[in-house]
């Protein structure tokens, strides 16, 4: 098991280049299978949440390459419909893979999918969007069975706007018979993204990135060159580490309209913020003012992905934050580690009640999920003194090479093999 040894204290200068977004790249490895032609994604990032999608392709019959940071996925010989029940519970993506299996074999068979451990995370919504496809399930011993004649279009209402969801029903629609519409849908960029990568096969989508939908099925998909979105939490992460350890950061690679509710609250505590083209340079440090109220919403509200770390930044802000997660019951698994730092925070609930201190101190920490993970880093590389954090694989799961583009800023940071 890896761990992390920080010495924090130290401003943070320099650039920092984004990834690809995974939210974004794990749709794309499952609408891959959607052609029997050749899918190459550039700038895939190197991260265990696609490292495992691409084995759930393998597993597939898919034949995949992955070098440098190009990954030619080539399923023209794929056969297998059933996702390994390891492999789904190791990543709560493998849901997407129901919907593009389906439209490709006519069936599907895959366990209850895994991922971080952040509430309930149903997916009631995929479920009942590809039934309203004319997809029959039967769900038995913690396995979801699919099967279908052929995918009819439908008109589509989602009773909350779950990304997944969206996600899952454009995978299946888009080779189905007719027009699908699906309202009251997410509005995340990687929708969007999805959208445009399809669009690319010869997909008729349109509406990415508003409420409604709308996916005129057609009869095939060949295949493609991409380059995925930046990620924009990657991108938040980075922009929260300067503004809690100072200094001056160039975000590159990035597109600063997705992550204008963080911008706004940066700029709020009296952080510097230049957006220029693909850049967003930061200037954090001196005195932090209270971030007061923060709420996780779907896009364009503040992301929950981003709570974590944000709820880290809050610690060392001048007087009261509440911090309430919308989208995510037990969200919170970051916070008995902040506290053990030194915060003072208060959970009732879905809110997090955060009264400001001037500094957090080192202490050895366990990442619990991925984004808990990335917060309780930056808590220790901006602490005084030194920290450990363990049970790295969360992070990993998200984040490529997280330690060394931190380290690449000036962070004192290692990752050591115990
Ligand atoms: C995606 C992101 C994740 C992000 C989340 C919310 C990926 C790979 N993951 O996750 O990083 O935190 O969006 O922005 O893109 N819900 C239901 N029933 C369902 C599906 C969802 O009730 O069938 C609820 C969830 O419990 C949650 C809310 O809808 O409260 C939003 O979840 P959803 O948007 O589906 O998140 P994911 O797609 O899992």
Do not use: W
């Not at 018979?177 to 849908?185: K, L, M, P, S, Y």
């Not at 209270?290 to 709420?295: D, K």
């Amino acid at each position: 098991m890896d761990k992390f040894i920080i010495e924090g204290g130290r401003p943070l200068y320099g650039e920092v280049e984004i990834q690809a977004a995974k939210n974004a790249v794990l749709p794309l490895l499952a609408a891959s299978i959607l052609t029997d032609e050749r899918v190459i994604i550039h700038r895939c990032p190197r991260i265990r949440d696609v490292l495992n999608m691409i084995q759930i392709l393998n597993e597939l019959g898919c034949r995949t390459s992955f070098e440098r940071e190009t990954l030619v996925i080539d399923s023209a010989d794929a056969a297998n419909h059933e996702i390994p029940s390891a492999l789904a519970k190791e990543l709560r993506s493998s849901i997407f893979m129901l919907g593009s299996v389906i439209a490709r074999f006519g069936k599907a068979r895959i366990a209850y999918p895994g991922g971080c451990d952040i509430g309930l995370r149903p997916v009631d919504l995929h479920l009942k969007g590809l039934k309203s496809l004319h997809v029959r399930i039967e769900e038995e011993g913690g396995y979801i069975n699919c099967a279908c004649d052929r995918l009819n279009g439908a008109d589509i209402l989602l009773d909350c706007p779950s990304v997944g969801a969206t996600e899952n029903i454009i995978l299946a629609s888009v080779k189905g018979e007719g027009t699908t519409v699906v309202r009251n849908a997410a509005k995340e960029p990687e929708i969007c993204d999805l959208q445009n990568f399809l669009n690319k096969m010869g997909a008729k989508i349109s509406g990415g990135g508003t409420s409604t939908i709308r996916i005129e099925g057609v009869k095939r998909l060949h295949g493609v060159e991409y380059t995925p979105m930046p990620d924009r939490i990657e991108a938040g992460t980075f922009l929260i580490a300067a503004a809690m350890c100072g200094g001056e950061l160039e975000i590159k690679g990035v597109f600063a309209d997705n992550i204008a509710a963080l911008l706004h609250k940066l700029r709020e505590i009296s952080c510097k913020i230049t957006v220029k083209n693909d850049k967003i340079y930061i200037k954090g440090g001196g005195v932090r003012k209270s971030l007061r109220m923060i709420e996780t919403m779907p896009y364009p509200g503040f992301p929950t992905d981003l709570q974590a770390p944000i709820t880290a930044l809050a610690c060392i802000c001048e007087g009261a934050t509440v911090i309430v997660e919308n989208l995510f019951e037990t969200r919170f698994k970051h916070v008995p580690e902040l506290i053990r730092m030194g915060a003072d925070i208060t959970v009732r609930g879905r809110a997090a009640f955060v009264r400001g201190v001037p500094v957090l101190h080192g202490a050895d920490l366990v990442a619990g999920d991925l984004r808990g993970g990335a917060a309780l880093t930056l808590a220790a590389v901006s602490a005084e003194g030194k920290s450990t954090v363990t049970d790295l694989s969360h992070i990993d799961r998200g984040y490529s090479g997280f330690e060394y583009k931190l380290a690449g800023v000036g962070a004192k940071i290692r990752r050591i093999r115990v």
